[in-house]
């Protein structure tokens, strides 16, 4: 696969690029779909419900905390996670405005 160069497309495309990429993998959609449901929540939270590791589990939250979708909080040894509405709202945004372009007549070849 080839290098992509960031410089060819715009600044809206890229960022869309890096915040559907950060939600696409189906353990992130079940971290997203968990804190949906519950106001925060500690690493362990989610290794009892979801089958991966700590470790993992870890990697997952540090990438949606790294892209805005996340905010944390540490009280002694543990970090808790928290969906960022305002980012949500802006992430939510950026998906309606790109969905907006495809207008119902060019859906179909």
């Not at 915040?19 to 989610?46: T, V």
């Not at 939510?92 to 070849?109: H, L, N, Q, Y």
Request: net charge negative.
């Amino acid at each position: 696969m080839g290098i992509i160069k960031a410089e060819a497309y715009t600044a809206e495309q890229n960022d869309l690029a890096l915040l559907l990429k950060a939600i696409a993998h189906p353990a992130r959609i079940a971290i997203l779909e968990k804190l949906a449901l519950e106001d925060c929540c500690i690493c362990r939270d989610f290794t009892d419900e979801i089958a991966l590791s700590q470790p993992t589990m870890s990697k997952h939250l540090q990438e949606l905390e790294g892209i805005g979708i996340l905010k944390s909080a540490t009280s002694g040894t543990s970090k808790s996670y928290c969906i960022d509405p305002a980012r949500w709202l802006a992430v939510s945004g950026f998906v309606s405005a790109f969905m907006a372009k495809i207008d119902e007549a060019t859906r179909c070849c």
